[in-house]
């Protein structure tokens, strides 16, 4: 049984949204983040970017303090505004690939705690603190969890007929993407979407390990002070079969020391090795693709695992225990700097792009994860390799904006 809840949202004013709302912060090089700061005075950017500027010489506290200030000064000018009642609101993400319909809604952290909410991937400690105390001190979050729940069809013939009314927003944005928001405040409508998810046994978390994460140790640090919002977080809700899974391709520098045919020699006692062509990606498990020297290898696993343990059939953990550790010598997948990553949703040519170039030696291009994977991952309480899934989609911030006052 699972909790949704209304909140009064912080948006921005109907003229501004499209000039408001920004992609993640850390998507833009730094040309593009002067040219937005510089040139479009209502960009949200001029919020966050309080959080990642003089990180060597300012105080963490005093930039989030910083953050919390601008906010301020954006609700006073009327650039975003605060809704008057509790609403839930229907959420459209449409570009040239997808189209994303969900849900934004409070979801509860008793939920998570006794995992009716359920997780698949692990967090790192540093992070959840280090987003923790800006969550404490700029006390709103713009970025929701990103849900799954199951195919419901009373649910889906709900959205659609509620994508029949008249948006709160329908806007585009310079990265070719349309993005449609519906207000949802009649109790009737609020009260329908709420047993719908009271019927769900449980929601599984897609992406947004850390902000959720981060949401309960803010709440267990505030204690007694914590405000009634804290007991929830806010969420991106989407039916399971219309998440978007992108593998996370790896980049590696060097060949550890071998030669080129020594390599592919060893490569042959577990892969099936075959010269392919051109901008070769893998179409089922157990096969990745490979690019070394300006040629594509596709490697098909030999044997595959007979065994019923979920963690060794998934692709990244096999080509982890086959390759990159123990004959590239790759160790900790986050934190080792002899490996990159580029998410599956770019095109190939980014990875022979930088091999050509001689930034890295050869890249793996691997099958994407099912939700199949990621579920049984969660029901056994178990976790993903680092880095295994890409998810979309991906959220506007500056959009919607949960406040935790």
């Not at 989407?238 to 060949?255: G, V």
Request: charged letters at 25%; one cysteine or more.
């Amino acid at each position: 049984m699972a909790e949704i809840i209304p909140f009064k949202a912080v948006r921005p004013s109907t003229d501004k949204v499209a000039l408001v709302t920004t992609r993640p912060y850390d998507e833009y090089s730094a040309a593009e983040l002067a040219s937005w700061l510089d040139f479009n005075p209502f960009s949200f950017l001029h919020i966050v970017n309080f959080a990642y500027i003089n990180q060597e010489k300012i105080d963490p506290i005093r930039r989030y303090q910083m953050v919390a200030t601008k906010y301020s000064d954006f609700k006073r000018d009327g650039i975003l505004i605060h809704d008057d009642k509790p609403a839930l609101y229907l959420y459209q993400i449409k570009n040239k690939k997808n189209n994303f319909i969900g849900i934004l809604a409070g979801t509860s952290l008793a939920d998570y705690r006794n995992n009716v909410i359920k997780k698949h991937e692990n967090t790192l400690k540093y992070r959840v603190e280090n987003l923790k105390d800006y969550f404490n001190e700029t006390r709103f979050n713009t970025e929701p969890v990103l849900m799954m729940y199951p195919d419901c069809d009373s649910l889906k013939d709900w959205i659609q007929n509620k994508m029949t009314e008249n948006p709160l927003y329908d806007f585009s944005t310079t990265n070719r993407e349309r993005h449609i928001l519906w207000k949802i405040d009649e109790p009737s409508e609020i009260d329908f979407l709420q047993k719908t998810f009271e019927e769900f046994p449980n929601l599984y978390i897609a992406d947004g390990h850390h902000r959720s994460a981060t949401s309960q140790l803010l709440l267990q640090e505030n204690g007694e002070n914590a405000s009634d919002a804290m007991e929830y977080f806010m969420s991106y809700l989407i039916c399971e079969t219309d998440i978007q899974i992108n593998e996370y391709n790896r980049l590696i520098h060097d060949l550890n020391g071998m030669e080129v045919d020594e390599f592919i020699k060893i490569l042959s006692d577990k892969f099936v090795v075959k010269k392919v062509h051109e901008y070769w990606k893998p179409h089922k498990k157990y096969t990745f693709g490979m690019y070394l020297d300006g040629v594509f290898y596709s490697l098909t696993l030999k044997n595959i695992p007979n065994n019923q343990d979920i963690i060794e059939h998934l692709d990244a953990q096999i080509l982890y225990d086959s390759i990159l550790n123990p004959l590239l010598g790759i160790g900790d997948l986050r934190t080792d700097s002899r490996i990159s990553y580029i998410p599956g949703n770019r095109n190939i040519m980014e990875l022979v792009d930088k091999i050509d170039n001689g930034d890295f030696r050869l890249g793996f291009i691997l099958y994407p994860s099912s939700i199949e994977e990621i579920k049984e991952l969660a029901d056994n309480n178990l976790t993903m390799p680092p880095k295994s899934t890409y998810i979309e989609p991906k959220f506007r911030n500056g959009l919607i904006i949960y406040e935790l006052k």
